[in-house]
Each structure stands twice: as C-alpha cells, then as structure tokens.
C-alpha cells in the first residue's frame, strides 16, 4: 500500500509564500502520476494541479496559474507545490494524490479529476491572513 505524507502548510500573510511536500512510501513512486487538491470544510475537493509519470505534462487551476509551480524529484520520491503570492481564497487544506500508470503509455498523462486517483495523502493545512 503507497502511504503519502502531505507537509509544508502553514500560516501565511496574503502575498507570501509556502512550499507543500509530498513524500511517497515504496520504490514505484517514478511509475505513477501525481496531483494535488484542496478542500474546504463542506465544499467539494477542488483540483489544484497535475503532473505526469515523465513530469513533462502539467496542468494548474486557472485561478493559481502563473502562481503555483508543481514539480517532482524521482530521486527522492517527492512531489511538490510552489506556492507564490498567496491569496485568502487559496486557504484550504491541501492533499497529495497518486495514480497508476500504465507502463507502456508515453508517460505524459496528467489527471485532474480526483476519481483518478487511487490513494491520497492526509492533508496539510493553508491558512492566508488578508
């Protein structure tokens, strides 16, 4: 069983910036595609970002593009989330998700829908003070 450790959230003020980690168990982590989400109490989980098995296909929520940068390092089985000139809208909690692939697809998949994703990491909390 793939166990993700979502870390990196805290308080911030409006304008700043914070950078989320995702550390995955297991030695497959260069195999899946990757995302992150956010949720606020009672609304549904909202797609953040994308990044595919290759790391060569990214998506972003329109509202965070030219702000959030998703990377990956194989290397040391990470997934991360650059997040710049933060906004209070963008306080939630955020979590990590996985997804296998298929080997023998090109890799450049990237999956928005968390339906897509087959297990989750266990949040970390963003919080903006305006």
């Known amino acids: 069983q793939v166990q993700l450790v979502a870390s990196g959230g805290g308080l911030v003020q409006a304008g700043g910036s914070l950078r989320l980690s995702c550390a995955a168990s297991?030695?497959?982590?260069?195999?899946?595609?990757l995302g992150w989400f956010r949720q606020a109490p009672g609304k549904e989980r909202e797609f953040v970002s994308a990044i595919s098995r290759n790391g060569a296909g990214t998506s972003y929520l329109e509202s965070v593009k030219g702000r959030f940068t998703i990377s990956r390092d194989n290397a040391e089985n990470t997934l991360y989330l650059q997040m710049n000139s933060l906004k209070p809208e963008d306080a939630d909690v955020y979590y990590c998700?996985?997804?296998?692939?298929?080997?023998?697809?090109?890799?450049?998949?990237?999956?928005?829908?968390?339906?897509?994703?087959?297990?989750w990491g266990q949040g970390t909390q963003v919080t903006v003070s305006s």
């Open positions: 998700a996985g997804r296998y692939t298929e080997p023998f697809d090109s890799g450049n998949f990237y999956y928005t829908r968390h339906n897509d994703y087959n297990f």
């Open positions: 297991g030695r497959a982590f260069r195999t899946y595609a």
